[in-house]
Nanobody, 123 residues
Framework: QVQLVESGGGLVQGGGSLRLSCAAS????????MGWYRQAPGKQRELVAA???????NYADSVQGRFTISRDNAKNTVYLQMNSLKPEDTAVYYC?????????????????WGQGTQVTVSS
């Protein structure tokens, strides 16, 4: 199993920056991809950014060009650098790790989640 510990959330002014960190432990060798999701009040959880074991990245259109996901393999840590923050970015941000598991229909991706960290962007 995988454990995820998040840090870096807080309150920031519009146009400011925050850096979120997610430290993974446990069976980290089994992780296919890691990412950041967010969920605002009354809205569905959405993918913000993801990075694969091969260092491929993808971003939600709403954060493209403003957010950068990266990793430090020596520290087993994934980061989300958030620049030019907008009030619309206000949400609880969750670290995610995907691990392949076998089911009746074959392999599927099992999701591990961090506890979530609040990001609030004021105007």
């Amino acid at each position: 199993q995988v454990q995820l510990v998040e840090s870096g959330g807080g309150l920031v002014q519009g146009g400011g920056s925050l850096r979120l960190s997610c430290a993974a432990s446990g069976s980290i060798f089994s992780i296919n991809a890691m990412g950041w999701y967010r969920q605002a009040p009354g809205k569905q959880r959405e993918l913000v950014a993801a990075i694969t074991s091969g260092s491929s990245t993808n971003y939600a259109d709403s954060v493209q060009g403003r957010f950068t996901i990266s990793r430090d393999n020596a520290k087993n840590t994934v980061y989300l650098q958030m620049n030019s923050l907008k009030p619309e970015d206000t949400a609880v941000y969750y670290c995610n790790a995907q691990v392949p598991k076998e089911g009746a229909e074959g392999f599927y991706e099992y999701d591990y989640w961090g506890q979530g960290t609040q990001v609030t962007v004021s105007s």
